[in-house]
C-alpha cells in the first residue's frame, strides 16, 4: 500500500488532519498472470544499492563496481538444463521476460516509478518504469536500466543498459489474452584485469586511477535481444476487468520466442606474457573470442484448476511441452542444437494455509537427458509461525563454453566426451515468525562432477562439492529504533578446492524510523554494519567470464560501516548514504575480488518518485 500522507484543511473548523493515502498498486508476472503482488514503497532496504531487477542480496562485484560481472556470496541453486552457452557474469543485471511488471491499474491511470542514484555524473544508475491502460483490453508498459559507472582505477567503466517494452490486450469477454514483448540488454565493459599490486595503503581518489592494471586494452561487448508473443485462452466469461481470471478453472497458453545474443571479447594489445589468458594463445595481432547465437523456440501448456478457479483453487496443475533450436556461431565453427522440453507443475494458491508447490522437468540435450525435480511444503500456522521444507534434486550438460572454447579461431579445450553431467541436491527447511522479525533456514547442498576454473583453464572434479548453510534473521523494535540483523554460516565441508565462499557473513541495520513534521514526512537515520570472513577469493577471468579459483591471496573484506538517512513525502523517496567509513580508520582498500579492491570513502545518493497521472 502506498502509504504517503496528505494534509487537508478542513473548511470548517480549520484543522489539519492526516489522511493516508490507501491506493493500492498490484502487478503480476508473465509466469502466472493470476497472482498479484503488492507494490512497496516503504523505506525498508530503500537505502541499499542495487543494479538489478530482481534484488538478490549477498552478492560481490569487481571492486564495488556496480554493473560490472558478479557472484554470489552465499551458494544459491538454479534451475538448468538443456543448451546454454555460458558467459553469465552479467546474468544479474539482466532483464528478462519474466522480470517485467504488469500493473493493475484503476481508473485508467498511467503510473510512473523512477529512480536515479549516483556517486558523481561519471558513477550512476537511472531506472524507469512506465505503464498505462488505455481502457479495459489495451495495456502498455516499459522499463529501463542505465548502469554507467566509470569507476575509479585505469580501463573499468562499464555501461550497462536494459529496455523492455509490454503489450496486452484482452479481448472484450477477456476469454483470450495476448502479451507481447520486447527486451533488448547490452554491456559494454572495460576489463582491467584487476591492479598489480595485493594492497592498496592509503591513496587518495587521484592516485587510485594512476595505480598499474593488468590490462588497458582489454574489451567485453555483449547483446542480447528477445522478441516474443504469448497468448493465453480461458475457459470464463468473466467482466471484471481487474479481475479476468477470476471464474476460470482452465487455461491454454502458447509462447513463440525469438531470440538473438552476440558476445565478443577483444584484446588488440595483450600482454605477452598471457598471464591474464591462460591456456589460449597471445600474438602481436591480439586475441579475441565471437560467438553468435540464434534461438527461436516454441512452447504450448496447459493448466487446470481442482476444486475452484485458477486464483481460489486448492490444486492446480499444469503440463507443458517446449521445443527450442538454437543457431550456433562460434567463431570458426557453425552448429545447430535442438532441445525438447516436458515439464508439469502441481501447487495451490497462496490464500491457503497449507502449501506446496511440485515441479519437473525433463530436457534432450544433445546427447543427454537433463531433468529436474523440486518441491516445497510449507504450512501456515498463524501467530505461531511458519514453516517450510524444499527440496530440489537435478542433473545438467555443462555449458559450451565449458565444453568448448575456440580463441582467435583456435581450438583452445574440447571437453565434449569428457564431461559428465552435473548433479545438484538441495534440501532443507526453514522456520519465520512475522510478528517477532524472525526467519531461521537450514541448507544442505551437494554438487557432484563440479566444474571450474583455475588460471589455467576449466576442469571437472573428481570428488563431491558439499555445502552446509544456516541463516538466521531476526529484527528487533524498542519504540522507534530498530535493528535488522542478518547472520549466515557456510562451512564447505568436502570439496574447498572446488568451491570457495566466505564462511560467516553479517549484517547489521541500527535505525531510528519516526514520522516528523506533523506526520508529513517519514524519516529514517541509520547505521550499517557489514562484514564477512577472510577467504580466498575468485579471480575473474575476463576472457572466459568466469570466476577462477586462487591460491595466493586471502581477501580480508574487513567490517565496513555505511552512514545513511532516507525519507518518504508522498510518493516521493530520497536517500544520502556515506560508503565505507572506516577507510579513515584502516586507512586501506579491501578486496572484494582477486585484485579487485574497491574505491575509498565515498558518498551516494538517490531517489525515487511514483506518479499516477
Known amino acids: 500500500m502506498l502509504c504517503a500522507q496528505q494534509r487537508v484543511a478542513d473548511k470548517i473548523n480549520k484543522r489539519i488532519k492526516i489522511i493516508g493515502d490507501t491506493s493500492k498498486v498490484f502487478y503480476s508476472y508473465l509466469q502466472n498472470p493470476t497472482r498479484f503482488f503488492q507494490v512497496d514503497s516503504s523505506l525498508k532496504a530503500f537505502e541499499d544499492i542495487d543494479a538489478s531487477w530482481n ?10 563496481l556496480l554493473g560490472s560481472p558478479a557472484f554470489d556470496l552465499v551458494y544459491q541453486a538454479v534451475q538448468k538444463g538443456g543448451f546454454r552457452i555460458g558467459l553469465d557474469q552479467y546474468n544479474r543485471y539482466r532483464l528478462r521476460r519474466d522480470d517485467v511488471k504488469y500493473y493493475k491499474i484503476r481508473d485508467n491511470r498511467p503510473y510512473t516509478d523512477l529512480y536515479y542514484s549516483q556517486i558523481n555524473q561519471k558513477n550512476n544508475i537511472i531506472k524507469a518504469e512506465f505503464a498505462h491502460k488505455f481502457n479495459d483490453r489495451v495495456y502498455f508498459s516499459l522499463q529501463y536500466n542505465l548502469t554507467n559507472q566509470t569507476g575509479f582505477y585505469r580501463h573499468q567503466r562499464v555501461r550497462n543498459q536494459n529496455v523492455g517494452f509490454a ?3 484482452f479481448s472484450p469477454d477477456n476469454r483470450y489474452q495476448g502479451y507481447f514483448n520486447f527486451i533488448t ?16 595503503d592509503a591513496l587518495s581518489i587521484d592516485f587510485l586511477a594512476n595505480l598499474p592494471v593488468q590490462s588497458q586494452s582489454a574489451n567485453t561487448r555483449y547483446n542480447f535481444t528477445e522478441l516474443s508473443y504469448t497468448h493465453f485462452l480461458y475457459n470464463n466469461r ?8 477470476k471464474a476460470a478453472t482452465n487455461e491454454w497458453s502458447h509462447r513463440i520466442t525469438y531470440a538473438f545474443d552476440r558476445y565478443k571479447f577483444f584484446d588488440d594489445n595483450p600482454s605477452a606474457d598471457s598471464v591474464l589468458y591462460g591456456m589460449a594463445a597471445v600474438n602481436s595481432r591480439g586475441i579475441r573470442l565471437f560467438i553468435r547465437h540464434h534461438q527461436l523456440e516454441n512452447e504450448i501448456s496447459f493448466r487446470q484448476a481442482i476444486g475452484g478457479s485458477l486464483q481460489t483453487a486448492p490444486l492446480w496443475i499444469k503440463a507443458y511441452l517446449k521445443h527450442s533450436w538454437n543457431g550456433v556461431y562460434q567463431e570458426p565453427i557453425q552448429f545447430d542444437i535442438h532441445n525438447i522440453s516436458a515439464g508439469l507443475t502441481v501447487r495451490n494458491n497462496p490464500q ?19 531433468f529436474f525435480v523440486k518441491g516445497r511444503v510449507g504450512y501456515d500456522a498463524g501467530k505461531f509461525g511458519y514453516i517450510e521444507g524444499r527440496a530440489l534434486f537435478q542433473r545438467y550438460q555443462a555449458s559450451l563454453i565449458d565444453r568448448q572454447l575456440y580463441v582467435s579461431w583456435e581450438n583452445v579445450w574440447d571437453n565434449n566426451l569428457l564431461y559428465r553431467q552435473i548433479q545438484e541436491i538441495n534440501f532443507g527447511g526453514s522456520y519465520r515468525l512475522d510478528k517477532w522479525g524472525f526467519k531461521a533456514e537450514v541448507l544442505n547442498h551437494t554438487l557432484s562432477n563440479w566444474v571450474y576454473y583455475d588460471s589455467v583453464g576449466v576442469h571437472q572434479s573428481n570428488e563431491t562439492v558439499n555445502i552446509l548453510q544456516i541463516k538466521l534473521r531476526e529484527d528487533l523494535k524498542i519504540w522507534k529504533f530498530h535493528l535488522d540483523n542478518q547472520v549466515i554460516w557456510q562451512p564447505v565441508l568436502a570439496g574447498k578446492e572446488y568451491f570457495r565462499i566466505p564462511q560467516f557473513l553479517f549484517k547489521h541495520n541500527l535505525y ?31 576472457l572466459t567470464g568466469t570466476f577462477a579459483i586462487q591460491n595466493r591471496l586471502s581477501v580480508a573484506v574487513e567490517p565496513r560501516i555505511d552512514a545513511y538517512v532516507s525519507f518518504r513525502i508522498w510518493q516521493f523517496r530520497f536517500f544520502v548514504r556515506g560508503e565505507n567509513l572506516l577507510y579513515f580508520i584502516n586507512q586501506r582498500n579491501y578486496f572484494t575480488a582477486y585484485r579487485h579492491p574497491v574505491s575509498n570513502f565515498v558518498i551516494r545518493f538517490g531517489i525515487s518518485w511514483r506518479l499516477f497521472d
Open 167 to 169: 503489450f496486452r490486450y
Open 185 to 200: 540488454n547490452a554491456v559494454k565493459h572495460e576489463n582491467n584485469g584487476g591492479i598489480l599490486e595485493d594492497t592498496i
Open 352 to 370: 491457503y494455509k497449507f502449501k506446496y508447490n511440485i515441479e519437473g522437468r525433463m530436457t534432450w540435450a544433445e546427447r543427454q537427458l537433463d
Open 55 to 64: 534484488k538478490s542480496t549477498w552478492f560481490s562485484d569487481l571492486g564495488g
Open 238 to 245: 468473466s467482466s471484471d476487468s481487474l479481475n479476468p481470471n
Open 512 to 542: 531510528f524510523q519516526s514520522y516528523v513534521f506533523k506526520k508529513a514526512m517519514l524519516a529514517k537515520v541509520g547505521i550499517l554494519f557489514l562484514y564477512q570472513t577472510a577467504y580466498k577469493a575468485d579471480a575473474y577471468a575476463p
